[in-house]
């Protein structure tokens, strides 16, 4: 049997495992920031060049985290992985690592706040970055040059579940040789196929559903080898981004059930989507999965699913959708996604307060957008909760 070709829910309980001299069934945490060594000698060789299963500080690497970033990495497609402390660690990892003073960028509009502060960052320090609207690739077109070092974004937005079409942007990327930078946290590993369509790295927070009980942050950037030991993994073990070997540990139990729990979800949320469209309260609902969404085809053609995310516009503005958040039972007001427990948020007053108005409106965000991420509850009781809120 070839190992390779198992199911990604083979590989999301199998991959990456080591096991110690005992044997044991559970992925062990091997809670320790250093390695003892037997000889002066050999910590001098291990310093030298660090081979395989030989670890010297956990800041550079560790056994747990070893086997959490082998394990995503295979999920993924891709040759290796470095996880961090956070998402926010992951994708300020990934561009500081390939962008220095006069390096150009280009990133999609639509991004999540912390993204888009990045790229300000990048900005201070030279970097110069382009926005474009990542739906039209005429504008990734005039916006990519000759010597463009990446292009960056959310394959589908947060929060208004915009979809990027990943294998025309990477062609477009690919033609002046700039690296193709996915943030996949609403596609998800489940629904993924980023690096078959043309990423070179690709990102995901796992505080969201790779952890899926909101219980830990943690992040991870999947790429080549070189990408992830020679290019990213230097800065960020010197920059302090490794993640916490218990975090590491969380993920791995979390990624043996991510296929059940996540297909769940979309399911319930495509039954959500289904029942609350043409709702009188709702002047819009959004949901890859649902015929009418501008990017139907390409979301069922790049991911099979229209995920486990719903954008809705209440009417009445910002005072009707808290109305609404405010009389939910069973959905809870917070702002992670990806969780067990279904989530609703209001993006204006939280996630993307630190825009400007206009910058808001021009991303869709108006006053009564609520983004609801749903959980393993029954669809019926969330539907049930939305209804009675709603009405
Ligand atoms: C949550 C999120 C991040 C940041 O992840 P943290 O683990 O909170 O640092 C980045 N991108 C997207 C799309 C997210 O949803």
């Known amino acids: 049997m070839n190992k390779r070709n198992l199911h990604k829910r083979s590989l999301a309980v199998h991959a990456g495992t080591r096991r110690s001299q005992y044997g044991e069934m559970a992925e062990a945490m091997f809670m320790t920031q250093g390695f003892a060594y037997d000889t002066a000698e050999q910590a001098q060789a291990r310093f030298e060049k660090v081979g395989e299963d030989e670890f010297i500080y956990a800041r550079y690497g560790n056994p747990t985290n070893r086997m959490f970033e082998d394990r995503i990495a295979a999920l993924e497609g891709t040759e290796d992985a470095f996880a961090t402390t956070s998402g926010m660690a992951a994708v300020n990892g990934a561009l500081m690592a390939v962008c220095q003073q006069g390096s150009h960028v280009v990133a999609a509009r639509a991004l999540f706040g912390s993204n888009l502060y990045i790229f300000d960052v990048l900005r201070r320090f030279g970097v110069e970055v382009t926005l474009v609207d990542g739906t039209d690739l005429d504008q990734w077109r005039a916006a990519v040059r000759e010597g463009t070092v990446a292009v960056f974004f959310e394959s589908v937005s947060n929060p208004t579940l915009e979809v990027i079409d990943i294998a025309a942007v990477a062609d477009i990327a690919h033609e002046v040789g700039a690296l193709v930078m996915v943030d996949n946290v609403f596609a998800t590993p489940v629904f993924s196929r980023a690096v078959e369509q043309g990423a070179d790295v690709v990102i995901y927070s796992t505080t969201k559903h790779i952890d899926g009980a909101g219980r830990a942050l943690g992040g991870v950037i999947c790429g080549t080898r070189h990408f992830v030991r020679e290019v990213a993994e230097p800065y960020l073990k010197h920059s302090g981004g490794a993640i916490s070997p218990f975090n590491s540990w969380l993920m791995l139990t979390g990624l043996t059930t991510m296929d059940l729990r996540v297909r769940a979800m979309a ?77 609703v948020t209001h993006p204006t007053t939280t996630t993307h307060q630190r825009l400007s108005e206009e910058d808001r409106l021009a991303l869709g965000i108006t006053s009564g957008l609520v983004r609801l991420s749903v959980g393993l509850e029954h669809p019926d009781d969330l539907i049930a909760d939305l209804r009675q809120a709603l009405e």
């Open 267 to 343: 399911d319930s949320a495509e039954a959500i989507a289904n029942d609350l469209r043409g709702h009188p309260k709702l002047s819009k609902l959004i949901y890859p999965g649902l015929p009418d969404h501008p990017q139907h085809d390409l979301a069922m053609s790049q991911m099979e699913s229209g995920g486990t995310m719903i954008a809705m516009e209440i009417v009445g503005g910002r005072d009707a959708a808290f109305e609404v958040l405010n009389r939910l039972e069973l959905i809870l007001i917070s702002n992670n996604l990806g969780d067990a427990k279904s989530i």
